[in-house]
């Protein structure tokens, strides 16, 4: 009786395993990854009932034309042949080039052969599937859905050793949940520091009613933008800089010691040597204060006087980051994890590693370019000659947009004084510059 009660229980379980699992349909792992795209064109629509997604995780190399082997090198905001100097490759050639900062060549975790990971934008309440091929050849990995709570579907929740074993190197696994709460956040691995390596990529969650939610949501008109702001190292990946924070931090070129950062409050960065900052996977070494590589940045096209939304994630590994946008004084945030604010008047926004923050920027200055910068907050007086920054260009459509444009000079930051002082979201620190504060001036 028992055993045949035990038998009917498994053939239950076998069969609700069967009705929930979807298997993946081969023709979409290929396709999506020469798109570059995460998701399948037919489903994720407002009015379907799931969001299906192909993701295979890779390695690949910054600065590298694989098709022809060829290093690259960044050249007046684009790239060329590290053996060429008068050749550079146009927009449409270097589609499947990861740029990193420009510097050196080092690896990273491709998502569809896209360094960070193709976006992954569904409707809110939507049954999100996503497939998920491992093809590193001996790193095991989990794909966490930050934001995500995982009601009724913790099995999906991709943490490593807690709620899933690893998905092994060859294995194809499927996560099955439910696109709730919305907002703007991400997925990333939850396993090692395979995050820092690139294994990260946008989810955006759209809601479904509009009442007191601030606009634009959707991208379906191209005013939504999604910035993703990451702190980067040159050589070394995150288990290695763990080691060098134990045991000492070297410049192995110039065979120094190098010092560790802090923010303002003293608390140390230790954890992890930043060389620059990038957004969307790219970005600049300055090799001094105001001299960059010319590597090509993130391009961000917007109509003149418009308003645009632009979603910062913080897919940094330690550091926090100031945005603001060069020229323009004000922008408005409307929301912070995936929760709606009353909108908020700001110069600039700060934002940690895991936060989201939503802000609307309005296109009201002269026909130019402008920089986005994410300038990395830290405190160290042997750094005074270096800029840490994550950079990338605004381009009011009209403006010139041919040569020097693509590789602008460092950003003219908006004036912050005490005449003329900004108001920061998600600061800290009761002043930022570093500036004690005058008592008597608070009463
Ligand atoms: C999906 O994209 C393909 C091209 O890759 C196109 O042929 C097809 O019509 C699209 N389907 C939908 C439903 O948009
Ligand atoms: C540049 O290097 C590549 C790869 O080594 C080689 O195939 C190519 O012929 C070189 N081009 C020139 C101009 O030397
Ligand atoms: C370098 O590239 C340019 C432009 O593509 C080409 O005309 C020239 O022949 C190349 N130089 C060499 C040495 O191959
Ligand atoms: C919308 O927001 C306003 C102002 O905060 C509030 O008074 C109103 O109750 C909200 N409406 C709904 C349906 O939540
Ligand atoms: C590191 O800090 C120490 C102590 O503050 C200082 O003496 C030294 O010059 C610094 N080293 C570098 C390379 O800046
Ligand atoms: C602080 O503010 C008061 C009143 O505005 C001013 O008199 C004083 O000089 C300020 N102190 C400093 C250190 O700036
Ligand atoms: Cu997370």
Known sequence: MQQLFFMVLFLVMIGSICVKCQGPDDKWWNRLMTQGLACRNDTCRRNDATCECYLTIEHRLTMMNEKDRILLLPFKGKFRPFNN??????????????????????????????????????????????????????????????????????????????????????????????????????????????????????????????????????????????????????????????????????????????????????????????????????????????????????????????????????????????????????????????FELEPIEVESLIIHPGERIDFILRTDQALSNYLLVAEILEVEPAFKDQHHAAEAIIHYIGADYNDKELYPPKAIPNICSDKEPCKIFNCPFMYYPEKKPNLSDME
């Not at 080039?97 to 998502?111: H, K, L, N, Y």
């Not at 409707?123 to 590193?136: K, S």
């Open 85 to 338: 100097t008068t050749k550079t490759y146009s927009e449409d050639e270097d589609d499947d080039f990861i740029a990193g900062d420009g510097f050196g060549s080092r690896m990273v975790i491709a998502v569809n052969r896209r360094f960070p990971g193709p976006q992954i934008t569904a409707y809110e309440n939507q049954n999100i599937i996503i497939h998920m091929r491992n093809l590193m050849h001996t790193d095991s990995t989990t794909i966490h859905f930050h934001g995500l709570h995982q009601k009724r579907t913790p099995w999906s929740d991709g943490v490593a050793f807690v709620s899933q074993c690893p998905i092994l190197p060859g294995q194809i696994y499927t996560y099955s949940c439910y696109a709730k709460p919305f907002g703007t956040s991400f997925y990333h691995a939850h396993i090692g520091d395979q995050r820092s390596a690139g294994l990260y990529g946008p989810l955006v969650i759209i809601p479904l009613s509009s009442v007191n939610i601030s606009t634009p949501q959707d991208d379906n008109d191209g005013k939504v933008y999604t910035v993703a702001v990451q702190d980067w190292n040159h050589f070394d990946e995150p288990e290695t800089l763990y080691q060098r924070m134990l045991f000492g931090s070297f410049d192995l070129q110039r065979n120094e010691v190098i010092n560790t950062t802090s923010d303002i409050s003293g608390a140390k960065f230790s954890r992890f040597h930043c060389h620059s900052g990038i957004i969307n996977g790219k970005g600049r070494f300055y090799n001094k204060l105001t001299t960059h590589n010319q590597a090509p940045l993130t391009k961000y096209d917007v109509e003149p006087n418009t308003e645009y939304r632009f979603r910062v994630i913080g897919a940094a590994t330690l550091y926090p980051f100031r945005v603001y946008i060069e020229g323009h004084k004000s922008i408005r945030i409307v929301a912070s994890d995936g």
